[in-house]
């Protein structure tokens, strides 16, 4: 089941958040960035202004769940996949002066290749397509070739004009009817 995220699950999504990061991250950066008490609490406020600012349409007035903006003209969601009353994945977007970015997807591990990552991606596209969302931008990290290989699968692209942002692939995804 695909669910609006709601405040009792940012525990558990910032733990799912910390073993799908700690996937590709490891080895490659160090642990404290993506690992440890202090990155989960960080990553845990994170997800809090994320679900609060969340409407859950992918467009709308600028102002989440909270009736407040993370800025101007900002609107977002954040989806949870459940089953059996476990957190499986979640996905977040962003709306900012007008550019969409699907800014997080992640699929708990032990959950992989079960079409929870399909499902939160066709529930990201279905509140695009609702607001009116003609195309939509992310950053996946370079060695996450997982990602990588989902989001061609899915019909992203990477960007021709400005194909890096430091270590990660911009890529943009043409939302259509």
Same mark, same amino acid.
């Given at each position: 089941?695909?669910?609006?995220?709601?405040?009792?699950? @940012?525990?558990?999504? =910032? *733990?799912?958040?910390?073993? $799908?990061?700690? %996937?590709?991250?490891?080895?490659?950066?160090?642990?404290? !960035?993506?690992?440890?008490?202090?990155?989960?609490?960080?990553?845990?406020?994170?997800?809090?202004?994320?679900?609060?600012?969340?409407?859950?349409?992918?467009?709308?007035?600028?102002?989440?769940?909270?009736?407040?903006?993370?800025?101007?003209?900002?609107?977002?969601?954040?989806?949870?996949?459940?089953?059996?009353?476990? @957190?499986?994945?979640? =996905? *977040?977007?962003?709306?900012? $002066?007008?550019? %969409?970015?699907?800014?997080?997807?992640?699929?708990?591990? !032990?959950?992989?290749?079960?079409?929870?990552?399909?499902?939160?991606?066709?529930?990201?596209?279905?509140?695009?397509?609702?607001?009116?969302?003609?195309?939509?931008?992310?950053?996946?990290?370079?060695?996450?070739?997982?990602?990588?290989?989902?989001?061609?699968?899915?019909?992203?692209?990477?960007?021709?004009?400005?194909?890096?942002?430091?270590?990660?692939?911009?890529?943009?995804?043409?939302?259509?009817?």
């Amino acid at each position: 089941m695909i669910r609006t995220a709601l405040p009792a699950d @940012l525990d558990a999504i =910032a *733990a799912l958040h910390s073993r $799908a990061r700690a %996937t590709y991250y490891r080895d490659r950066i160090p642990e404290n !960035a993506y690992a440890g008490e202090d990155e989960l609490a960080r990553s845990r406020e994170g997800w809090s202004h994320a679900v609060a600012r969340s409407d859950g349409s992918g467009g709308g007035d600028g102002k989440g769940a909270s009736g407040t903006s993370g800025g101007a003209g900002e609107t977002g969601g954040v989806l949870c996949a459940e089953q059996d009353g476990e @957190l499986t994945g979640v =996905a *977040a977007f962003r709306t900012v $002066a007008g550019e %969409t970015t699907l800014t997080q997807l992640h699929v708990d591990p !032990a959950h992989w290749r079960r079409g929870t990552g399909t499902a939160l991606h066709a529930a990201c596209l279905e509140r695009w397509r609702r607001a009116g969302v003609p195309r939509v931008r992310l950053e996946v990290y370079e060695h996450n070739l997982r990602a990588q290989a989902f989001y061609a699968a899915h019909g992203w692209r990477p960007d021709p004009l400005a194909p890096r942002a430091g270590s990660h692939h911009v890529l943009w995804l043409t939302v259509g009817e």
